[in-house]
């Protein structure tokens, strides 16, 4: 159970708004907003009001499930804050999902909502969800195997890793590998990528992840993700130091 809990810690940083397979899909004044809790608030704000006048849009609920999520993983203070943004999340993606079964957006977010929500309420919820969380990544693979700069298939694998019943060491590096194929511009996938060798033990492969993930150029258009992307690949970075020792 403690593998699982572990598990969902990742999605504390795995579920970033920049990638060029969301981030085209939002006016870039909208994007803009997201850099300030205020900011994001009123994009949230800005999402209901629209709803109000076309409540059956899918593109829609989506953004908002996102916003929710953005606000409550970046901004929101305290586990209950956390989990209502969280829930606030996953129903609207729901909601997403049910005028657009096949929207990849949508499903991804689902998943991601399931994911942060469970994580604020321990092991039982964690344990309850993942299946949840796995069946929103396959779909969403099948469905586009690019999407969100290869992400998905990083989440997969350290699924896989983490729990043998689901898959195992094999099925969790081929999915790696399609990861870093498809995010190789994107500094979350080699964060996740090092924190899953750094668990199956490949030390060397964990580190040359780790510094090729530090050495791409910063996004300052993404200035919150990108710290927490670098801020990560160094505590890996020191880990990998300390077992080396």
Known sequence: M?????LLLLFLFSALLHSNAVTERFDPAQIALRNTSAGTLQLIGMLEERL??????????????????YYGDFYARGVEARKSWFARCRYQAQLAVDRNPDG????????????????????????????????????????DPAYFDGLPWAIRAKVYAALPGLGNREKAETDMENALRYGKNYRAVYQ???????SLG????????????????????????????????????????????
């Open 52 to 69: 109000k006048t076309d409540p059956d849009s899918y593109d829609l609920h989506w953004k908002l499930a996102l916003a929710c999520y």
């Open 2 to 6: 403690k593998a699982v809990f572990v």
């Open 104 to 143: 990849v957006d949508g499903i991804y977010w689902l998943g991601v909502g399931y994911a942060m929500w469970a994580n604020e309420n321990g092991i039982v919820e964690s344990l309850i969800n993942v299946n949840k969380i796995i069946q929103s990544m396959n779909r969403v693979i099948d469905l």
């Open 202 to 245: 490949d030390y060397g492969k964990a580190e040359a992840l780790v510094q090729a993930g530090l050495s791409l150029p910063f996004d300052r258009t993404a200035e919150a993700e990108e710290k927490v992307s670098l801020r990560d690949l160094s505590n890996d970075l020191q880990i990998l130091k300390e077992k080396a020792k």
């Open 192 to 198: 996740v990528a090092s924190d899953l060798y750094i």
